[in-house]
């Protein structure tokens, strides 16, 4: 049970951004650009940063919602996604990406962990400024949203077959207020 | 020196909002509807959960800087900011402020800390559920500033007066840094 009453029967993050439509907007805006900007890293790589983090933050609802929504991206490779929570190193993904997943478990234990050979690794494999800063960012941001989703212990459905629906919600329309607006998809 | 090529001597959070404008909006948003924006708790009391939970995050920039926002808006009774730094417990702030002070330090730790039992405990001494939603997200949100300022190693001013300047600019309110004139 929830540990406030959001007047609502969404579940994981969309109730709590039902409750709270002001501080809901400015979360979406920052989802909508950090996971769907297509400038250096492609949607799928960010989905996959969001997931890992949301994994290692134990975030049931984050990690299978964005993990959901990546495996969109990646063309249903469900397998994809499930090697990068297990263990991204044996991952058949590229070198500058396991660099940036290895940047987001630091900044996941805490900000001071990443350290100038992480970042020039991630240099030398071909990530620019703008990566590093977006993958810090990211992973900083599902430290939040992971924790207001367990924070206050939102719904997480059972049904798995409720996320792709959602998934497809979140890769058709984006990210913004209408996850809680519009009706739940079925 | 930060991790990635930002504006030099701009500290903390604003040299990496001025570096990605188009995320430091939303960031800047959050900051001022979550500590600025209708709430019955107070400024100075959102300000004080903030500068705690950077405290317990080690964010030296963050931590100093929503400290001397929080000095600046307690005015006389700034003194219940460096007592709730040194030990929250022991300080001088209402029970019920300690209540949400002690769920914001296990959502710094991890959302599922948070127990039942310390839902209860805060309703007991009068939080609302406002105020136990606005006390999650503030500790989740600086679980974010934190590891964003952190994680890019951004400039970390060590004189206490520039804190003290930037706690009064604060006071007032969340407004995107404009770029500096092109040089």
């Known amino acids: 049970m929830p540990h406030i009453n959001f007047n609502n029967d969404f579940p994981g993050i969309r109730s709590a951004m039902a409750y709270s439509p002001e501080t809901a907007a400015p979360m979406g805006v920052l989802a909508e650009i950090l996971l769907r900007s297509e400038d250096g890293l492609s949607r799928a790589e960010r989905e996959l940063i969001g997931t890992y983090v949301s994994y290692l933050n134990d975030c049931f609802y984050c990690n299978h919602s964005h993990g959901a929504i990546a495996c969109i991206y990646l063309d249903g490779d469900n397998e994809l996604v499930e090697q990068v929570r297990k263990d991204y190193s044996k991952a058949p993904v590229s070198d500058k990406l396991k660099s940036l997943l290895a940047i987001a478990a630091k900044v996941q234990r805490g900000g001071k962990n990443v350290t100038t050979a992480d970042v020039e690794l991630a240099k030398e494999k071909g990530a620019t400024d703008k990566d590093i800063h977006d993958t810090v960012l990211i992973a900083a941001a599902f430290c939040m949203f992971n924790r207001y989703v367990d924070g206050l212990a939102t719904i997480t459905p059972t049904d798995m077959d409720s996320y792709p629906l959602r998934a497809k919600q979140i890769v058709d329309n984006g990210y913004g207020n209408h996850v809680f607006t519009n009706k739940q998809p079925t | ?183």
Do not use: W
Request: with cysteine; proline share 5%; charged share 25%.
């Open chain 2, 1 to 183: 020196m930060a991790h990635i090529q930002v504006e030099e001597n701009i500290p903390g959070i604003r040299s990496l909002v001025l570096f990605r404008p188009e995320t430091g909006k939303p960031l800047y948003d959050l900051a001022q509807v979550l500590l600025r924006g209708p709430s019955s708790l107070s400024e100075a009391e959102r300000e004080l959960i903030a500068a705690y939970v950077s405290y317990r995050n080690e964010c030296i920039f963050c931590m100093s800087s929503h400290a001397a926002a929080a000095r600046c808006l307690y005015g006389p009774d700034k003194n219940l900011v460096d007592e709730v730094l040194h030990d929250m417990q022991q300080s001088g702030v209402s029970d019920k402020l300690k209540a949400l002070l002690h769920i914001a330090g296990k959502v710094q730790v991890l959302g599922r800390e948070v127990t039942p039992e310390d839902i209860a405990a805060a309703r007991v001494l009068g939080a609302d559920d406002r105020e136990i939603h606005d006390t999650v997200l503030i500790a989740a949100a600086f679980s974010m500033f934190n590891r964003y300022v952190d994680g890019l190693a951004s400039f970390t001013p060590t004189d206490l007066a520039v804190y003290e300047a930037m706690g009064e600019r604060m006071a007032k309110g969340y407004v995107l840094p404009a770029s500096p004139e092109p040089k």
